[in-house]
T-cell receptor
Framework: AQSVTQPDIHITVSEGASLELRCNYS??????LFWYVQSPGQGLQLLLKYFSGDTLVQGIKGFEAEFKRSQSSFNLRKPSVHWSDAAEYFCAVVPLPTDSWGKLQFGAGTQVVVTP | GAVVSQHPSWVICKSGTSVKIECRSL??????MFWYRQFPKQSLMLMATSNEGSKATYEQGVEKDKFLINHASLTLSTLTVTSAHPEDSSFYIC?????????????FGPGTRLTVT
């Protein structure tokens, strides 16, 4: 079945430590890939996206993600987290081929807690 | 750029009444707007897709007579929850997709918290 999987429901990380959030997908063709962040009670903000080309993508707020076709993964990383990075992170895809609307399919999300 | 607003940000209503939520793209024209519902600690569930000037397309299991969507212009879509009940209490989020050809990026509003008492 077509799906987006975020294996980690909850991650706790110390401020200043590195962070990696996992995302795996299962589709016939490589979909368009996105990472969004949601702060408490807020809408979603796009961190970065991958359509094609360089497999290492730089985003906002110091985040980057690496697309690995062989592993069907699009993991999100940050070298040094800040307390303000505490939030819910969603991996999302637009499956291909897509209709003209480009509906997003979301993973379940990973809650990131940052400790002092 | 690419700002989407929602109004109201939170609303409390009594069971049996209707509530309208507005979603506006402030600095771009949105060909397509999406409405999502999010329960606490859960992911976003797509409810419907709307295109300006045409009827909304609802996802399976979403009652179109209960969740009325109108996309009257390229910058405004509304979601009306009719005859609301406590189980309709949720966080409703809209997103908008611009006119740029081949663009699949959605811009999200800040969400509306609905509580039905």
């Amino acid at each position: 079945a077509q799906s987006v999987t975020q294996p980690d429901i909850h991650i706790t990380v110390s401020e200043g430590a590195s962070l990696e959030l996992r995302c795996n997908y299962s589709y016939g063709a490589t979909p368009y890939l996105f990472w969004y962040v949601q702060s408490p009670g807020q809408g979603l903000q796009l961190l970065l996206k991958y359509f094609s080309g360089d497999t290492l993508v730089q985003g906002i707020k110091g985040f980057e993600a690496e697309f690995k076709r062989s592993q069907s993964s699009f993991n999100l990383r940050k070298p040094s987290v800040h307390w303000s990075d505490a939030a819910e992170y969603f991996c999302a895809v637009v499956p291909l081929p897509t209709d003209s609307w480009g509906k997003l399919q979301f993973g379940a999300g990973t809650q990131v807690v940052v400790t002092p | 750029g690419a700002v989407v607003s929602q109004h109201p940000s939170w609303v409390i209503c009594k069971s049996g009444t209707s509530v309208k939520i507005e979603c506006r793209s402030l600095d771009f024209q949105a060909t397509t707007m999406f409405w999502y519902r999010q329960f606490p600690k859960q992911s976003l569930m797509l409810m419907a897709t709307s295109n300006e000037g045409s009827k909304a397309t609802y996802e399976q299991g979403v009652e179109k007579d209960k969740f009325l969507i109108n996309h009257a212009s390229l910058t405004l879509s509304t979601l009306t929850v009719t005859s609301a009940h406590p189980e309709d209490s949720s966080f409703y989020i809209c997103s908008a997709k611009g006119l740029a050809g081949g663009s699949y990026e959605q811009y999200f509003g800040p969400g509306t918290r609905l509580t039905v008492t």
